[in-house]
Every structure is written in structure tokens, then in C-alpha cells.
Nanobody, 123 residues
Framework: QLQASGGGLVQAGDSLRLSCAASGRPFSTYTGGWFRQAPGKEREFVAAISWSGGSSKYADSVKGRFTISRDNAKNTLNLQMNSLKPEDTAVYYC??????????????????WGQGTLVTVSS
């Protein structure tokens, strides 16, 4: 089970830190990912990090502004979001993938999902 938190209403340029707590099974063997879905749009990839934390991947739209991290000892996945823009407004979902090899960026590659947390960025 994954539980996302940390969303809220902020102004453009502000920062937010999302967290995802995993329970029920060891999170350390899974790739962790963040996705987002804006109203009327499809769910899109934001960032992902390998099980070891040794590699990560970002969507071009957030590269340089967002940082994904994980703490396997605490079974948590985090997303630090800086310099937020109105177009970052969406429901953010954390997810876990058991796919081996390269980091997966498609939602279909993730078998476990959190409930989502809303991020609203006002201009």
C-alpha cells in the first residue's frame, strides 16, 4: 500500500515536498515513481528512481526543478518540487514498479499506486 501526502495550494515560484509512505511489503526492491494527472489530461510521468537510488529519470518539463529521492530504511519516496509553475497543477500519484532493468516511465509499468495528492499552483 502506498500513501502520498504533501500536496497543497502554493504560488508560482514556491516549493513543495511530496512524500509517499509504503507499507505491507518492502519498498526497497521496487522502482519508485511519481506521476501526475491534470484535469482533462492523461496521467503523465514526472520522475522515477531505481530501487537503490543510484539512478533516476525525469520528465523534460520538470528537469532541473524537481528532485526525486528515497529512503529505503523508512520505506519512503519523496519528490522535492521547486520553482513551481501553474502548469504543474495536478493530482500527483506515487507508484512502485517491480520491472527489472531500465527505469520505466509508462504508467502501465507500475503495479502499485497511491491515492494521489493534489498540488495547485496559482499564478
Amino acid at each position: 500500500q502506498l500513501q502520498a501526502s504533501g500536496g497543497g495550494l502554493v504560488q508560482a515560484g514556491d516549493s513543495l515536498r511530496l512524500s509517499c509512505a509504503a507499507s505491507g511489503r518492502p519498498f526497497s526492491t521496487y522502482t519508485g515513481g511519481w506521476f501526475r494527472q491534470a484535469p482533462g489530461k492523461e496521467r503523465e510521468f514526472v520522475a522515477a528512481i531505481s530501487w537503490s537510488g543510484g539512478s533516476s529519470k525525469y520528465a523534460d518539463s520538470v528537469k532541473g526543478r524537481f528532485t526525486i529521492s528515497r529512503d529505503n530504511a523508512k520505506n519512503t519516496l519523496n519528490l522535492q518540487m521547486n520553482s513551481l509553475k501553474p502548469e504543474d497543477t495536478a493530482v500527483y500519484y506515487c507508484a512502485a514498479s517491480g520491472t527489472l532493468g531500465a527505469i520505466v516511465t509508462m504508467p502501465t509499468g507500475y503495479g502499485y499506486w497511491g491515492q494521489g495528492t493534489l498540488v495547485t499552483v496559482s499564478s
